[in-house]
T-cell receptor, first 112, second 111 residues
Framework: SQTIHQWPATLVQPVGSPLSLECTVEGTSNPNLYWYRQAAGRGLQLLFYSVGIGQISSEVPQNLSASRPQDRQFILSSKKLLLSDSGFYLC???????????FGDGTRLSIL | DQQVKQNSPSLSVQEGRISILNCDYTNSMFDYFLWYKKYPAEGPTFLISISSIKDKNEDGRFTVFLNKSAKHLSLHIVPSQPGDSAVYFCAASAGGNQFYFGTGTSLTVIP
């Protein structure tokens, strides 16, 4: 069966510090991969998605970036965090086409 | 620009009754719709989906209805149980790569 791992579960970072969140998927090949953010009281905002290694589509211009160095690894990064980057970050995977997404347990990011 | 909208932020229902959660969308290219359930501090869990070629899909206590002319979908939970208390998100996709989510409805089922 397929599983998705996302870490860390919680993270507290100072403004201006770098960020690296990692997500890996097991049990499937060539999945679509996604990063979402849920800000307090808001819905899920799609940040990035990837249909293959090195292929990243960005939905929202911001100081975040994503990379997919391996088929089942998706990384969310920032060089300098802003206060507005606080939120709940979720990684997800899906098969191609009309298939549901499956989410990790998320990372609660607090910027001080 | 919110392409998927859930206009009711919260809903309370008595145990055993029907829960109806609503969702509206604006993009006529959406052809695949999903409902997710989310508990605090966890990722959303997929519940049920429907393709635009159907107007109803049922899975146990959960039924999703799609009205394409009104650009509206709803999730019916019958009978509602206390364990159903969670935040429910609807989502939509055009083609299956990008998914757009509503802001969620918090359902409370009262025992």
């Amino acid at each position: 069966s397929q599983t998705i791992h996302q870490w860390p579960a919680t993270l507290v970072q100072p403004v201006g510090s770098p960020l690296s969140l990692e997500c890996t998927v097991e049990g499937t090949s060539n999945p679509n991969l996604y990063w979402y953010r849920q800000a307090a009281g808001r819905g899920l905002q799609l940040l990035f998605y990837s249909v293959g290694i090195g292929q990243i589509s960005s939905e929202v211009p911001q100081n975040l970036s994503a990379s997919r160095p391996q088929d089942r690894q998706f990384i969310l990064s920032s060089k300098k965090l802003l206060l507005s980057d606080s939120g709940f970050y979720l990684c997800a995977w899906s098969y191609r086409g009309h298939q549901p997404q499956h989410f990790g347990d998320g990372t609660r990011l607090s910027i001080l | 620009d919110q392409q998927v909208k859930q206009n009711s932020p919260s809903l309370s229902v008595q145990e055993g009754r029907i829960s109806i959660l609503n969702c509206d969308y604006t993009n006529s290219m959406f052809d695949y719709f999903l409902w997710y359930k989310k508990y605090p501090a966890e990722g959303p869990t997929f519940l049920i989906s429907i393709s635009s070629i159907k107007d109803k899909n049922e899975d146990g206590r959960f039924t999703v209805f799609l009205n394409k002319s009104a650009k509206h979908l709803s999730l019916h939970i019958v009978p509602s149980q206390p364990g159903d208390s969670a935040v429910y998100f609807c989502a939509a996709s055009a083609g299956g790569n990008q998914f757009y989510f509503g802001t969620g409805t918090s359902l409370t089922v009262i025992p």
